[in-house]
């Protein structure tokens, strides 16, 4: 109760949406109210069409796809690499898997009705861009959803059929709604949006501006301690 909600579009194959997830927790830390914040994880996937090619990298796959040689793929993603590591990140895009994260998508559903979403994020994002798991494969995907808190008999079920599918479809859809043509995309409170990885600051703003309305709106006021 007496929490304001911040939902953020994602998809855990996205470099932007890893460092925008930083970058909100830095914004958040500096928030005076981040007591009264709830934060929902909601599914996008930016190619839902996307064929598994995990005998793939990052660097080799874009390059194919923009018709370039992999040194240039390797020169284009520098800039990310070195972002992510002012965050505290480690982008190993050359052991980055191409695949499809529809599967992963579904647990995020699961792991959101058990208050673990954003912590299956984080486990997912770390697998796929450090580590480099095949974030399509079952058993690397049972792993990490336990390692991020989710119970195994839950995940197994989800896995063997196609419960929440329907919800990653929705959000894809709820999204488009909103107004997003990307990820990351941040929407406060139902009314105020927010598209692509803000720096802290301009998240933060963002925020307090959202808080400030709600808080008016439900006739309420909180310290800032």
């Not at 989800?158 to 329907?166: C, D, F, Q, R």
Request: net charge neutral; charged share 25%; hydrophobic share 40%.
């Amino acid at each position: 109760m007496n929490k304001m909600k911040v939902e953020i579009w994602s998809d855990i194959m996205c470099p932007h949406c890893y460092i925008g997830k930083r970058k909100f927790e830095a914004a958040l830390a500096q928030f005076p109210n981040k007591e009264h914040i709830e934060i929902v994880w909601h599914s996008f996937q930016l190619n839902p069409n996307l064929k598994s090619q995990a005998d793939k990298d990052l660097y080799t796959y874009v390059a194919e796809l923009k018709g370039q040689t992999r040194e240039w793929s390797v020169k284009v993603h520098e800039s990310l690499v070195t972002t992510a590591k002012s965050l505290g990140l480690d982008y190993r895009f050359d052991k980055a898997k191409i695949t499809n994260s529809f599967d992963a998508h579904r647990l995020i559903q699961l792991a959101r009705h058990r208050g673990l979403d954003g912590a299956l994020e984080e486990r997912f994002f770390k697998a796929y861009f450090s580590e480099g798991a095949v974030i399509s494969d079952h058993v690397t995907l049972l792993r990490l959803a336990e390692e991020a808190g989710l119970k195994k008999n839950e995940v197994e079920e989800v896995l063997a059929g196609t419960l929440y599918a329907k919800d990653v479809i929705k959000d894809g859809e709820a999204a488009s709604i909103l107004g997003a043509r990307g990820v990351p995309f941040f929407v406060f409170d139902r009314k105020l949006t927010l598209a692509g990885a803000q720096e802290s600051t301009v998240i933060l703003t963002a925020l307090e501006s959202a808080f400030d309305s709600w808080q008016a709106s439900h006739a309420m006021k909180f310290s800032n301690q």
